[in-house]
Structures are given as structure tokens and as C-alpha cells.
């Protein structure tokens, strides 16, 4: 295993943990959450915990590909875990925002699925022995709700302080721009997905 493959397995486990953080009843085993008051704002210091821990997955998620690509590790291993890595994740912190109120349905709802979508498309080219390239719509997807996401675990904060919801605005944002770059990796791909068959005079 790999140096690149370890941080991937690395962001496995902090997904595992933050997943733990945010959706365990510790209230069953005798156990509260302490709340902080700053800037006048009450927060439960378990989504400061879990915005912490996010982060850092979030950063291994660059460094590992960054180290695979530098230093030529890729391997076909390291990359079905990191695509698993990332969804494991992302997706559970959707849902489970979403299911605390935090963000409305239909983000997760939106992105989930689009996500859905792409990766049916790219399991069919690669079926066919071709890549799909990543788009700029989806790479702007992608950097709206992970700012988005850092900024609902503290609490929108500066941006809270001026009455300005900077964090809905990217996850609102991420989820228009996930259909929108479903349609383009459709349209770009639709002839790998519904190939043309060769009529014989």
C-alpha cells in the first residue's frame, strides 16, 4: 500500500469518525454535547468537532492525488478507494445536515443523484475502454459545496456576523450547478451511452 492509498484509507476513517460525531445517540449512553456561545451565536462544539475533521479529510483528498500524480503511484487500486473515499465523505454529511435541519432536501437530493448519474456514464465508457474527462461545471460543483459545507459546520461564521447566508448560497448553488453539469456529461458522452449502430447497405 502506497502512500497515496494510506491517506485515502486515512480519509475512510475520519469519514467513519465524523459520521460518528454527527449521527450516534450519545444522549442514550448518558452524554451531551457542550454548547459555546461566540459572537453571540450558540453552537454545539460537536459540528465545530466535525468541521475540524472535515477539513482535514478534505485535505487529504488533494494531497493524495497530488503525491500519486507527482510522484507516479497511481494505481487502479488507489483510485476505486479514493472515488469510494470521497463519496463516503461527502454524502453522509449531506444527509445528515439535511436531516437535522441544517439544509434543505432537496441539496443532498440533487447532488446525490447527479452523482448517481456521472458515475453510471463513466462506468460505461470505461465498460467501452474510454475516459471521461472532469468538466470545469463539475469542478465549480464541487468547490462551492465543499466551502459551503466548511462554512454550515461553524456556523456560517464571519459571514453570519453580517447577516449574510454564504453557506446556503453555495450548497443552493452546488446542487443548480450539479444538473447542470449532468446534462453536459450527457450531452458530451450521449454517444458512448446510445452508440450509433452501423446500418449495412
Request: hydrophobic residues 55%; proline residues 4%.
Amino acid at each position: 500500500m502506497n502512500l497515496p492509498t494510506k491517506l485515502t484509507v486515512l480519509r475512510l476513517l475520519l469519514s467513519a469518525i465524523l459520521i460518528t460525531i454527527l449521527c450516534f445517540p450519545f444522549y442514550a449512553i448518558g452524554w451531551q454535547w457542550p454548547k459555546i456561545i461566540a459572537f453571540g451565536i450558540t453552537m454545539d462544539i460537536k459540528y465545530i468537532i466535525g468541521g475540524v475533521i472535515f477539513i482535514i479529510a478534505s485535505f487529504t483528498d488533494y494531497l493524495d492525488g497530488h503525491i500519486a500524480r507527482s510522484k507516479n503511484m497511481v494505481t487502479d487500486t488507489g483510485k476505486m478507494l479514493d472515488a469510494i473515499a470521497d463519496k463516503v465523505l461527502v454524502n453522509p454529511v449531506l444527509i445528515i445536515l439535511s436531516a437535522q435541519g441544517f439544509i434543505p432536501a432537496i441539496i443532498p437530493v440533487l447532488i446525490i443523484t447527479r452523482d448517481i448519474i456521472v458515475d453510471a456514464i463513466k462506468m460505461e465508457a470505461a465498460s467501452k475502454g474510454k475516459v471521461v474527462a472532469a468538466i470545469k461545471s463539475g469542478k465549480i460543483k464541487t468547490a462551492s459545496m465543499m466551502v459551503g459545507l466548511v462554512l454550515m459546520f461553524f456556523y456560517n461564521l464571519p459571514f453570519e456576523l453580517i447577516n449574510i447566508r454564504i453557506a446556503d448560497f453555495l450548497l443552493y448553488f452546488a446542487a443548480v450547478m450539479s444538473v447542470v453539469s449532468a446534462f453536459q456529461y450527457f450531452s458530451l458522452n450521449k454517444e458512448i451511452i446510445f452508440p450509433k449502430k452501423n446500418l449495412e447497405n
